[in-house]
């Protein structure tokens, strides 16, 4: 059986509990700083996954939390279970009505194909041998959805700050069914590399930093305790978040 060395940290804001949530194929991590950490997953076609509970949302750390240990339990990731999953969540949570978080999982493979799910804004992406950083996932958010609506649009102009709220996510609400869930697979070369996040390292770490920090080091225990040392700074600032990272590089 092939062992898949997963790495994965998480660090908060300094307010308790932490909204993120993390499962690196083994374990589910809800922890207010987790310093980047190596181990060995030991068995078939594992799941890594990142959730963001919206904070805005009641009882928000609750929401990521469950989705990470549901999908613990989850043999083959797909849609299907994503629908399926959604409804024992609104079951389960009763007097919790409105909680929300994001979702995003990777299923690995021995020779390297890889199969995601997302629902939100936390993203997985693909980082080549030279450290080029490529983004599989999907952001649903409604500047997204607008330019889908009006392809005439420019995605790279200036929108307000409203455009990049979320358009989707899961929300304990039976009402709340008709959310969109992106569904992708994937084939990675020997020597790439797959890194989920949640938007608290994507929104306050800009693309050129964490491009800089991951080609700096060799290992991604090295590259994510680099990213930790950023959030650092960012935390010193008025506003910021969580964030959680799981990353794991195939070798051939």
């Known amino acids: 059986m092939a062992a898949y060395p997963i790495t994965f940290c998480q660090r908060s804001n300094y307010k308790f509990p932490c909204e993120d949530a993390l499962f690196n194929g083994i374990d589910m991590y809800q922890y207010k700083n987790k310093n980047a950490e190596t181990l060995l997953v030991e068995k078939p076609h594992p799941i890594i996954a990142v959730a963001d509970g919206v904070s805005a949302t009641p009882n928000s750390h609750k929401a990521s939390r469950y989705w990470m240990e549901q999908i613990k339990n989850c043999d083959v990731l797909n849609s299907q279970w994503v629908r399926k999953t959604h409804l024992q969540f609104c079951d389960d949570f009763p007097f919790q009505c409105g909680s929300a978080t994001t979702l995003v999982a990777a299923q690995l493979f021995e020779n390297g194909r890889i199969k ?4 939100g804004d936390s993203r997985v992406y693909k980082i080549t041998e030279q450290g080029e950083f490529i983004q599989l996932s999907y952001d649903h958010t409604v500047l997204n959805w607008y330019l889908n609506e009006n392809k005439h649009l420019d995605p790279s102009g200036e929108y307000a700050e409203m455009y990049y709220m979320l358009s989707d996510c899961l929300i ?4 709340s069914d008709d959310f969109q869930i992106f569904s992708q697979d994937y ?15 994507t929104d306050f770490i800009e693309a050129k930093r964490l491009t800089d920090i991951w080609r700096s080091y060799t290992t991604n225990e090295q590259r994510l305790r680099g990213y930790c040392q950023e959030a650092k700074k960012v935390h010193t600032l008025k506003w910021s978040d969580d964030f959680s990272a799981v990353a794991w590089t195939y070798k051939a």
Do not use: M, R, T, W
């Open 116 to 119: 995601i799910v997302n629902v």
């Open 172 to 175: 304990a609400d039976f009402e």
């Open 187 to 201: 084939q990675l070369k020997p020597n790439e590399s797959l890194l989920l996040c949640s938007d608290g390292l």
